[in-house]
């Protein structure tokens, strides 16, 4: 490219310019021209020129933009600070509402705990008044209870006394009335015995005191012995008094015989088969007996001297048959 010199570059430069306003520089010209006034006219240099121009553009282009980031910044922190308030507004008139409400509710729960408060302090004095009374009554039923247990116990003591004492008189009178009643049955025995036409027992019977009696001839063990008492109508001796024992003894003549006494139910504990209470009667134990040896004596013999010895039942003795004798018809 041709370089031209500065007063054709200047030149060109101004032709750029619209018309109207170039002839307006050239009407100034004869007084103000710049040409005629400025040294410096035609020697500036064009590219220094642009370099300016170029920086004052950029200036201005900084400038603006950041004119443009200032208020755009301005802009949105005034819009939040604007909205911020309108939030709070909102949330304060929130809890304003909320306040109140519980004012109300605070109000109203002040009122029902006043109202319990009456409730409770009235039921408390009820029940205060319901307690004295009924500890008085307690106390007073407590008193009579006692007052009554006392007279029970008493009551109690004179009637056990009472029944004692009775119950000794009734035994005593039994013993004497059956002791009567025996000497006359022996007295009316005694005198049909001697009636050579009564006979008040079976052939091959012993008449004593009102029984008969029938001496064994061979050897049984306890139960065999009893069954055959049972089937002639008669049980294994029963001995109730000194008399009978007396008789028993002088009957086996030192052999080994069973009578009807037996603990078979409850060890220690004797019975008589017909029934006879074994407490009431007086008992004849030799010495040392009964002793249950080998946990396998249950059944009673009467020993060679008469007395008592309680024996195993399995073991082979002779034995007395018992009955009543027949009432003596005289004819
Ligand atoms: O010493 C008394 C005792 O004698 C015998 O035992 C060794 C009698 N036993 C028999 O007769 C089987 C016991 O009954 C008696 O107590
Ligand atoms: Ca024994």
Redesign the pocket.
Known sequence: MELKNDDQNFEEFHLDQPRGDRKKQENLKPEHSVQAADPMRGKCPPLVFYILLGVSILLSVVVLGTAVILFTGVSEKTSLSLAEPRTNISQLEDITQMLSKMKMSDTDLKMEISQLKSTDSELFSEMKTSGVDFKMELSQMKQNVSELFSEMKTADDDFKMEFTQLKRKFTEWSAKLAAIENKFQQQISDLQQNDPRCTPCATGWRYFEGKCYQFSESSKNWHEANLDCFSKQSYLIVIRTNQQQNFMKATIMGQRCWIGLNDLTVEGQWNWVDGTDSKATKMFWAS??P?N?RNN?HCVEARFDGKW????CT?DFRWICERPSFPCVTN
């Open positions: 040392g007996e002793n040896e004596e010895n309680d024996a195993p073991f």
